[in-house]
Nanobody, 120 residues
Framework: VQLQASGGGLVQAGGSLRLSCAAS????????MGWYRQAPGKERVFVAG????????YSTDSLKGRFTISRDNAKNTVYLQMNSLKPEDTAVYYC??????????????WGQGTQVTVSS
């Protein structure tokens, strides 16, 4: 599967952005999808995920209150709605697709990342 992330940009603190990640290739609905971010000089970390069945997880309660992950299987797209953005949310955001065809197999695919910059 190929992933194309978009929607990043420059926004003031308190603003909102919606990231999109469009998938092509294999059956999107079979994949668990996730958003990660990597701030300058830091490791890439998990932000939010949504399973193929629609179960959502978030890295922290704080993010859960501000970010919402969703998916549209008809459009082969996963979204990350980000509200009340803070300067510490500044990072490159990546989407990931994970396929788990069996208990012994797992395949991860990454998109190219989209820059989010939040000014104070």
């Amino acid at each position: 599967v190929q992933l194309q992330a978009s929607g990043g940009g420059l926004v003031q603190a308190g603003g909102s952005l919606r990231l999109s990640c469009a998938a092509s290739g294999r059956t999107f609905s079979n994949y668990n999808m996730g958003w990660y971010r990597q701030a300058p000089g830091k490791e890439r970390v998990f932000v939010a995920g949504i399973t193929w069945s629609g179960i959502r997880t978030y890295s922290t309660d704080s993010l859960k209150g501000r970010f919402t992950i969703s998916r549209d299987n008809a459009k082969n797209t996963v979204y990350l709605q980000m509200n009340s953005l803070k300067p510490e949310d500044t990072a490159v955001y990546y989407c990931k697709a994970t396929l788990v065809p069996s208990t012994r197999e797992k395949y991860d695919y990454w998109g190219q990342g989209t820059q989010v910059t939040v000014s104070s």
